[in-house]
């Protein structure tokens, strides 16, 4: 008992002295922690208990004392500080092992139908090893094995201006071949590239597909549109839809207009790295129904404009003689008006009500105040870089999904 009676805390020994019996009396969760030898609690233990059980306790006086309640204040907020700033994901999902992510995840779900990162989102992402570096940069065609002793090379790389290339796209009977054709294009220029596909109302499985196979960066949105009909030009509010993405995720590159039917060289795409502003370039243009090839675009001298080529008399009056496949122009216009000194800070679209040929020079004039601001390339602008051809393939009919419900009749000549 005596020994008992030294291990025994102040608290116990004055509720003796209040009239109960120490070694009988009911003890609450305080007390019992404080008899269970006081020499054997560490400082910290004692401070948590006389924290959180003080109200179980006799008061030493009457005396009221503001450090406790303030002490106890400050240990909850740090408590819910550090569960506030615990990773909820991660460490919930292990706890709950089988409880799955999609059950309690807030995440509302984007217009972006399939996103790939690109090379600005990268940013952010916690430093590379050396081994992820060496295959990343393999794919890039930086070097050619993944072999540490070209560490240096892959270190010594500085990647090119990215290329953010818009493609409003429908379906129609060869689409697949239109979107592999200028795909495996894209495949071959230097990366970072980034093919934003856009369609109406809907993202077909077809071309997403398609997407994921090409082996490339690339976004597959959807513009959604509720009355189509009163819509001139449907390619225009998809390359709007592409416009506001980039505005609004601020990705930096270089914005190019490749409709996918075109015909385009692996010299285009590396020459649009040149530019700093806005750049354009003389394009070929073939009609299938004026069955003549003409030229619309710049006449420059070095990479200053001096001029420009058109055939068309209708076209005249237009501004600048420029054709949607014929300009590129640096994607912060977009998100930063302050910084490249333009007059307003309306967000730069296509117009739908424009008339007819006369889209591109309404955009242009949103972007550049007249030539000066304008660069083209290649120097001197004397060559063809790319063709953009009027082909008609609308009412094709072609098997949906690209497959064939029963097999073909095979006809074998006899010898
Ligand atoms: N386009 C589209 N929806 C349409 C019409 C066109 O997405 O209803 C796309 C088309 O796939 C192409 C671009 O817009 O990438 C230009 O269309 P088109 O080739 O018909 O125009 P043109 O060459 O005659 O100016
Ligand atoms: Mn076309």
Redesign the pocket.
């Known amino acids: 008992m005596a020994s008992i009676r030294r291990t025994l805390s102040p608290y116990t020994d004055r509720s003796h002295q209040n009239g109960l019996s120490s070694t009988f009396s009911p003890q609450s969760p305080s007390q019992k922690l404080f008899s269970q030898g006081r020499t054997t609690l560490s400082p910290i233990r004692r401070f948590v208990a006389g924290v959180f059980f003080r109200k179980h306790q006799p008061r030493k006086s009457l005396q009221f004392s503001w450090r406790k309640p303030f002490l106890r204040c400050f240990m909850c907020f740090f408590l819910g500080f550090l569960l506030g700033m615990t990773p909820f994901n991660s460490d919930f999902n292990e706890l709950r092992g089988d409880f799955r992510k999609s059950d309690y995840s807030l995440e509302m779900k984007p217009e972006v139908v399939s996103v790939q990162r690109s090379a600005g989102d990268l940013a952010s992402v916690e430093k590379p090893k050396e081994d992820d570096l060496l295959i990343g940069a393999v794919e890039l065609g930086v070097v050619e094995r993944a072999d540490k002793t070209d560490m240096k090379k892959v270190l010594d790389f500085v990647p090119g201006k990215q290329l953010i290339v818009v493609?409003?796209?429908?379906s129609?009977a060869i689409?697949a071949y239109?979107l592999n054709r200028l795909g495996q294009v894209l495949r071959l220029v230097k990366q970072p590239v980034l093919w934003i596909v856009?369609?109406?109302n809907e993202a077909s499985k077809e071309t997403a597909e398609t997407l994921r196979n090409m082996g490339i960066m690339y976004r597959h949105l959807v513009c959604v549109k509720n009355n189509t009909t009163d819509v001139k030009?449907?390619?225009v509010h998809?390359r709007n839809t592409a416009l506001e993405h980039i505005e609004r995720h601020k990705l930096d590159g270089m914005v190019y207009f490749?409709?996918?039917?075109?015909i385009y060289s692996l010299e285009l795409f590396e020459s649009m790295r040149e530019i700093s502003r806005f750049g354009t370039w003389p394009v070929g243009l073939l009609a299938q129904s004026k069955n003549k090839a003409i030229l619309e675009g710049p006449v420059c001298n070095g990479s200053k404009l001096i001029g420009w080529h058109t055939n068309e008399k209708s076209k005249r009056l237009r501004r600048f003689h420029v054709d949607?496949s014929g300009f590129a122009f640096n994607s912060s216009i977009l998100w930063d008006p302050k910084g490249w000194h333009r007059p307003t800070s309306d967000p730069i679209r296509h117009l739908d009500s424009v008339k007819e040929g006369f889209q591109e020079t309404t955009f242009i004039e949103q972007i550049v105040e007249d030539e000066s601001q304008m660069e083209g390339i290649p120097l001197g602008c004397n060559r063809i870089m790319n063709w953009?051809?009027?082909l008609?393939a609308r009412g094709l009919a072609y098997p949906k999904g690209w497959m064939l419900p029963k097999n073909l009749d095979v006809v074998i000549p006899s010898k």
């Open positions: 493609t409003p796209t429908y129609r689409q239109y856009v369609e109406l030009d449907r390619g998809q490749a409709d996918d039917d075109n949607m953009h051809l009027h008609e």
